[in-house]
């Protein structure tokens, strides 16, 4: 988890440790998209992306080893009104690695026009 999911291991939230231990010891699968019967299956969204009105917000840790900054960048180019912003020193929780960041950034975005000409 931390090698994966996270920049800064030591800012791992206890109970994040703990809820993925107690996912553990379950039976059946633990991965989100294991079993796509409880989820949903996948659907590609990228035909209609360009026809999104709203303004969007891809927010993204530059050392995310899922998927890299430039994946937010096409997202925010198919988008007519996308944005990207990328965090260094942040993996795939930023939210969690730096609240205060993450938060401030969220509401900058928010605070932003509503519509963009």
Request: a negative charge.
């Amino acid at each position: 988890m931390a090698r994966l999911e996270w920049y800064d291991e030591s800012k791992i939230p206890d109970s994040t440790v703990d809820q993925r231990y107690q996912n553990s010891l379950l039976d059946g699968p633990r991965l989100v998209g294991a079993d796509w019967g409880n989820t949903g299956t996948p659907e590609d969204l990228g035909p209609v992306l360009h026809t999104i009105k709203s303004r969007v917000l891809f927010l993204w840790g530059l050392y995310d080893p899922f998927l890299v900054p430039e994946y937010a960048l096409s997202l925010a180019r198919t988008v007519p009104n996308g944005d990207v912003y990328v965090m260094d020193k942040a993996s795939h929780h930023m939210e969690e690695e730096y609240p205060e960041d993450y938060s401030r950034v969220v509401k900058a975005f928010l605070a932003g026009p509503d519509e963009i000409d």
